[in-house]
C-alpha cells in the first residue's frame, strides 16, 4: 500500500500556515477578545476519546513545564470554510478539521509563550501522515468567522487555565486515526507520548495494508545511479529485550533506554544492472496503533550479536540479481501503545510504503 504525504514537520511539530489576515480571537498584549460565531451545520463530530493527560511541554529553549490537555471535541468540517482562503495550491481541496481542548498550567513556573504548548500535538491521518496546523478566519460567504480560534494567551500562569481551537487540514477521503502529544517536540522520535485515539480510525487505517510476504516495489536510494524501484517484502517484526541493547552504541534517549525493542526485517532485491549498497535502513519505520511513527536505528556493526536482528547486511554490496535482508532496531516507549504495520519512506517522493506488521 502507497501513503500519501503532505506534510512538512518543523522542528517543533507540525507546521502552522496562516491562511486569512485578521482572526476570530484575537490577542493583544496579555489579552484574548473572541467572536461570536455559530458552528456550521456541515460540521461532523468525530468520535476521539477525550479526557485529559499530563504532559511535559518542552519550548524552544529546551525549558520543559509540566501541562494537563483535556481534549474536549474533534469535528470534521468542509471545504466550503476555506472558501476566499489564500492557500498554497498544495493545501486546495483539503478538508478541515477542528481540535478544540484546555490546556491547564499544572506546574509551579509560569508558561511564556503559552500558545506553543499546542505545537507539539499532531493530528494523525489514517494513512499515518500528519495533518497540516493552518489558521482559517473569515472569508466566508457574509464575513462571518469560524468558531475556531487558537486563543492562547500571551503567558499561562501557574493554576491557570484556557480553551482553545487549533485546525488541522487532511485530504479529502483521509480519516483520523489518533492525536498525539510528544513531550520533546520531535514526533518522530523517543520522547514520552500521550494519545487520543479516534474510533475506527485503526480499522480505516488497515485498509488496504500490504500483507507480510508482499512483495512491493520500493523507491531506493542509488546515490549516484540514482533512484531505482526494486522489490522489497517484510519478512519479520519481532519483539526484543532492553538486554539484547546491552553495550551497543545506539545513541538512545532516557525514553529509549526503557522502551522495547522491535526488529524489523525487510528484503530487497536488486534488479538493476549495478551492485547496491545496502543501507536502506534508515528508511523503515514502525508504525504503531497509536499514530507514531517510530524511526530504526542500527548499531553498524558486521559481528553484532541481537536475537533476531543479524548484522551480517551491514556494509555489504548486493550484486545484480541478488537480494539482502537489513534488519533495525525500533523503540517503542509507550506501554500503551502497540506496532501495527511497517512503513518504507521512498526516496524523492512523500509518502510510505506500508505493510501490516506480523509480531512475534
Known amino acids: 500500500m502507497r501513503l500519501p504525504s503532505y506534510v512538512?514537520?518543523?522542528?517543533?511539530?507540525?507546521?502552522?500556515?496562516?491562511?486569512l489576515a485578521g482572526c476570530a480571537g484575537e490577542q493583544g498584549a496579555g489579552e484574548v477578545v473572541e467572536r461570536a460565531a455559530e458552528r456550521p451545520a456541515s460540521w461532523t463530530d468525530l468520535p476521539?476519546?477525550?479526557?485529559?493527560r499530563d504532559i511535559v511541554h518542552t519550548d524552544t529553549d529546551h525549558r520543559s513545564y509540566e501541562v494537563r490537555i483535556t481534549v474536549k471535541s474533534l469535528a470534521r468540517g468542509s471545504e466550503e470554510d476555506m472558501r476566499g482562503a489564500r492557500v498554497d495550491g498544495e493545501l486546495k481541496g483539503m478538508v478541515p478539521h477542528y481540535l478544540t481542548?484546555?490546556?491547564?498550567?499544572?506546574?509551579?513556573?509560569?508558561?511564556?509563550?503559552?500558545?506553543?504548548?499546542?505545537?507539539?500535538?499532531?493530528?494523525?491521518?489514517?494513512?499515518?501522515?500528519?495533518g497540516e496546523k493552518v489558521y482559517v478566519?473569515?472569508?466566508?460567504?457574509?464575513?462571518?468567522?469560524?468558531?475556531?480560534?487558537?486563543?492562547?494567551?500571551?503567558?499561562l500562569a501557574p493554576g491557570d487555565s484556557y480553551d482553545t481551537c487549533v485546525t488541522y487540514v487532511l485530504p479529502e477521503g483521509v480519516g483520523v486515526l489518533s492525536l498525539t502529544h510528544n513531550a520533546d517536540g520531535y514526533l518522530d522520535e523517543?520522547?514520552?507520548?500521550?494519545?487520543?485515539?479516534?474510533e475506527?480510525?485503526?480499522?480505516?487505517?488497515?485498509?488496504?495494508?500490504?500483507?507480510?510476504?508482499?512483495?512491493?516495489?520500493?523507491?531506493?536510494?542509488?546515490?549516484?545511479?540514482?533512484?531505482?524501484?526494486?522489490?522489497?517484502?517484510?519478512?519479520?517484526?519481532?519483539?526484543?529485550?532492553?538486554?539484547d541493547l546491552a553495550g551497543l552504541?545506539?545513541?538512545?534517549?532516557?525514553?529509549?533506554?526503557?522502551?522495547?525493542?522491535?526488529?524489523?526485517s525487510v528484503t530487497y532485491t536488486n534488479t538493476g544492472p549495478k551492485d547496491l549498497y545496502a543501507d536502506q535502513a534508515d528508511r523503515v519505520r514502525l508504525l504503531t496503533e497509536g499514530g507514531r511513527q517510530i524511526r530504526g536505528k542500527t548499531p553498524f556493526v558486521l559481528d553484532t550479536k541481537i536475537p533476531g536482528c543479524p548484522s551480517d547486511w551491514v556494509a555489504r554490496m548486493i550484486p545484480p540479481g541478488d537480494s539482502?535482508?537489513?534488519?533495525?532496531?525500533?523503540?517503542?516507549?509507550?506501554?500503551?501503545?502497540?506496532?501495527?504495520?511497517?512503513?518504507?519512506?521512498?526516496?524523492?517522493?512523500?509518502?510510505?510504503?506500508?505493510?501490516?506488521?506480523?509480531?512475534h
Open 137 to 155: 478566519s473569515g472569508g466566508r460567504p457574509g464575513g462571518v468567522d469560524l468558531p475556531c480560534a487558537d486563543t492562547a494567551p500571551k503567558t
Open 324 to 359: 539482502v535482508t537489513e534488519c533495525s532496531i525500533h523503540l517503542v516507549t509507550d506501554d500503551g501503545d502497540k506496532p501495527f504495520a511497517v512503513g518504507f519512506a521512498e526516496a524523492g517522493r512523500p509518502g510510505l510504503v506500508a505493510w501490516r506488521a506480523p509480531l
Open 8 to 19: 512538512r514537520k518543523a522542528a517543533m511539530g507540525a507546521a502552522s500556515i496562516p491562511l
Open 249 to 264: 552504541d545506539l545513541d538512545l534517549n532516557e525514553n529509549e533506554r526503557r522502551g522495547d525493542p522491535y526488529y524489523v
Open 200 to 243: 475506527g480510525g485503526l480499522k480505516a487505517a488497515s485498509a488496504g495494508l500490504a500483507e507480510p510476504g508482499d512483495s512491493v516495489r520500493v523507491r531506493w536510494d542509488a546515490r549516484e545511479d540514482g533512484v531505482l524501484e526494486l522489490p522489497a517484502t517484510l519478512v519479520s517484526v519481532r519483539r526484543g529485550s532492553t538486554a
Open 190 to 198: 523517543g520522547g514520552a507520548v500521550a494519545t487520543w485515539p479516534v
Open 48 to 52: 476521539v476519546r477525550t479526557g485529559a
Open 101 to 130: 481542548f484546555e490546556v491547564t498550567n499544572t506546574g509551579r513556573k509560569k508558561i511564556p509563550a503559552a500558545y506553543m504548548v499546542n505545537s507539539n500535538l499532531a493530528l494523525n491521518g489514517t494513512d499515518w501522515t500528519r
